[in-house]
């Protein structure tokens, strides 16, 4: 997992790439799952879990 590329401080808006460049190989990214987060009045709640596109 590569998540030491990434500072993980959330703030109110965040940018992910929706094909992160890391992932160059289309049977490996089937595989993968993006994690989408809000936080509001200071906490954090999943939005949605699914398949990157």
């Known amino acids: 997992m590569l998540t030491e ?4 401080r959330i703030t109110d808006q965040m940018t992910i ?3 992160p460049h890391w ?3 289309d049977s490996y990214r ?3 799952k993006m ?3 809000n936080r509001s ?3 954090i709640h999943k939005v949605d879990f699914s ?3």
């Open 17 to 19: 790439p929706l094909r």
């Open 5 to 8: 590329k990434y500072d993980f």
């Open 35 to 37: 994690l989408v987060l």
């Open 41 to 43: 009045k200071g906490e």
């Open 23 to 25: 992932i160059a190989n």
């Open 30 to 32: 089937e595989k993968c």
């Open 51 to 53: 398949k990157l596109t």
